[in-house]
């Protein structure tokens, strides 16, 4: 029998996509870089740009001025390497082993220093330019205020002295008081610049934008506070294929758990989206599909590959036939009651082409 090879015979094209409007994602880092006064934003490009690819995004961030990369982990670094220098590229999480530490040496990446241990680690490594986060009030990496007078911490050379504001998308007194925190630990210690503001941060003015903005979920089409509401545009975009239409009878149950059940015949299309490609069920209550403007409610349960839609308002539509998944951050976060950001993240490697 005859194999298949990649060379001898490509795959049939996927029967669901996603799109990035690359044009979106490249005004809204113009917008935040405006919004940011003085201060440059930079780019949150961790968990594979949010989901939405690296190898897409970085190339247009970096087309449109961004010079500043963050990721969370350092297997994320090679991917981001491929597109930008190496002393743009922070590593979130910094130095957690001696072999981190060696292989931010060697690729020219910057760590982000998060602890006594981590400066420490860094120091008997061999050092070099790296950033320091000081918490101020989220407690999860950062040293503290008081730990930024140790000889440790004192030794590091650092570029951008940064902390993370754990509320920024609501308002309150939390802003201020980090605010405030992070304004006493600036005279403590040497450093180039100053990065406070994630990008619900930058929409709170120019007092947190400082010198260095962090964006991220506005990038990618999120909108953490109504002032960037009509300033972030949508950039992903999803459709998938309807698989099979059937005909149901009254009392015919779908999905699992019979979850809905027909009252009167009905003409429904099986399309090929589910929780594997980040299509979750949580989505799938009161939520419907669209083509040409109509709304094709989804019935029972979202299963792993499949949903069902209601064809009633498009009797036309047959297998084949492309329906589009409202991708609109703000809205399906509100319909779900998912985060943006998980909204985003989740998505399926099959949807991003992977």
């Known amino acids: 029998m005859k194999s298949l090879t990649s060379s001898s015979l490509p795959p049939p094209p996927p029967s669901h996509r996603l799109r990035v409007d690359t044009d979106a994602l490249a005004h809204n880092w113009r917008e935040l870089d405006r919004l940011s006064g003085e201060a440059k934003a930079g780019a949150a490009v961790k968990a594979d740009c949010y989901g939405l690819g690296v190898d897409i995004c970085v190339p247009v961030l970096r ?15 090679s991917a981001v390497l491929a597109h930008v220098p190496p002393e743009q590229v922070a590593v979130l999480h910094g130095p957690m082993t001696e072999h981190d530490v060696r292989y931010a040496n060697a ?61 920024a998308d609501e308002d309150g007194e939390t802003n201020a008081r980090q605010l405030s925190a992070f304004r006493a630990a600036i005279p403590q210690i040497d450093h180039r610049r100053l990065s406070l503001s994630n990008s619900a941060g930058i929409a709170l003015g120019k007092d947190f934008a400082v010198d260095l903005t962090r964006p991220g979920l506005a990038l990618y089409g999120g909108v953490p506070r109504p ?32 979850e809905f059940t027909a009252d009167k015949p009905m003409r429904v299309a099986t399309v090929s989206l589910g929780y594997a490609d980040g299509f979750l069920r949580a989505r799938g209550r009161d939520f419907s599909l669209r083509n040409s403007g109509l709304d094709l409610p989804l019935l029972g349960k979202v299963s792993m590959d499949m949903i069902v839609a209601d064809l009633e308002s498009a009797p036309d539509l047959d297998e084949g036939d492309w329906l589009e998944v409202p991708f609109n951050l703000p809205d399906a976060a509100r319909q779900s009651s998912v985060s943006q950001y998980e909204l985003l993240t989740v998505l399926g490697q099959r949807l991003r082409g992977g």
């Not at 961004?66 to 297997?75: I, K, M, T, Y």
């Not at 545009?233 to 019979?258: C, H, T």
């Open 63 to 77: 087309d449109a001025g961004c010079e500043a990369f963050f990721v969370a982990h350092w297997s994320e670094v």
């Open 107 to 167: 690729a020219g990446v910057r760590p982000v220093i998060n602890s006594l241990q981590q400066a420490r680690r860094w120091t008997d490594g061999g050092g070099g330019i790296c950033h320091l986060m000081v918490d101020t009030g989220i407690n999860r990496l950062g040293v503290s205020i008081e730990e930024l007078a140790d000889p440790a911490v004192q030794a590091l050379d650092i570029d951008a002295l940064m902390s993370h504001l754990a509320a």
């Open 227 to 258: 002032e960037l509401a009509g300033i972030i545009k949508q950039v992903a975009y999803i459709e998938a294929a309807i698989i099979q239409v059937r005909m149901l009878k009254p009392g015919d149950r779908v999905g699992y758990n019979g």
